[in-house]
């Protein structure tokens, strides 16, 4: 499926689902690739979310858990206005185009290069810096229905450490959404489990109607990766 594939009008979505399971595929350990590296090719070629990315055309896997936050919060509507941050490879951009259609206005930025989307307009940029926000709102032109957010910092190895860098991550994303959004509007953010969760999440329900935590069955079983999801933005 190309990026700004849609479904015939009338016609049911694509399911956000593997369509079946693929010949298990197991890697040999080879004198120059660690063990590490061929236990993560080995989930790679098994793991069937990515074999379906494959197939459907998507940047990545990633695609999966934006499309199945949809299935279940009805997020997208046609035509609408959205932000997606730490938007590489660009698979949730992807879901957007084909959920929202033609119509769609979305903005995507990015610390990496992005392949061009067709329906997307692409900013490289670190989203910490001071002028993000207004080239982003200049690209927008106008307020948001929708601000996603999949920034995660580069990993430390120490949980806690993560963890807090990520919620930075998630409270500036937060206050962006604050000044983008449309009254009723929607942000989907996320987050990892622990202490300071918590503390975002009274934040987060005094500026939405509704705010509950998702973990998509794509998210793999192992990571500690939940997506916040606020709607009914409300007017200051």
């Not at 120059?32 to 990515?50: E, F, G, I, K, T």
């Not at 979305?106 to 989307?117: A, F, K, N, R, W």
């Not at 807090?164 to 500036?172: D, N």
Request: charged share 25%; hydrophobic share 40%.
């Amino acid at each position: 499926m190309s990026s700004s594939g849609k479904s015939k009008k009338g016609g049911s979505r694509p399911s956000s689902n593997p369509s079946g399971r693929g010949l298990k595929v197991r890697v040999k350990t080879a004198a120059r690739r660690s063990n590490s590296s061929a236990r993560w090719l080995n989930r790679q070629l098994n793991d069937p979310y990515v074999q379906e990315a494959k197939k459907r055309g998507y940047r990545g896997r990633a695609a999966f858990k934006i499309a199945q936050i949809d299935d279940k919060f009805k997020i997208f509507k046609k035509n609408s206005r959205i932000v997606d941050l730490g938007c590489a490879p660009g698979g949730w951009c992807q879901i957007a185009v084909e959920r929202c259609g033609p119509g769609a206005h979305i903005v995507g930025m990015d610390l990496q290069e992005v392949e061009p989307i067709a329906g997307v307009v692409l900013l490289q940029g670190d989203f910490m810096d001071d002028d993000a926000p207004a080239r982003l709102k200049a690209e927008l032109n106008g307020p948001a229905d929708i601000v996603l957010s999949d920034m995660a910092a580069a990993a430390t190895g120490h949980p806690q450490t993560d963890h807090l860098r990520i919620m930075g991550l998630m409270e500036t994303a937060l206050m962006f959404a604050e000044e983008v959004l449309v009254p009723g509007g929607s942000f989907i953010g996320k987050v990892l489990q622990g202490g300071a969760q918590a503390e975002l999440l009274k934040l987060v329900k005094t500026k939405f109607k509704s705010v509950r935590h998702f973990k998509p069955d794509s998210s793999r079983k192992d990571s500690s990766e939940m997506f916040l999801v606020a709607t009914g933005f409300k007017e200051n």
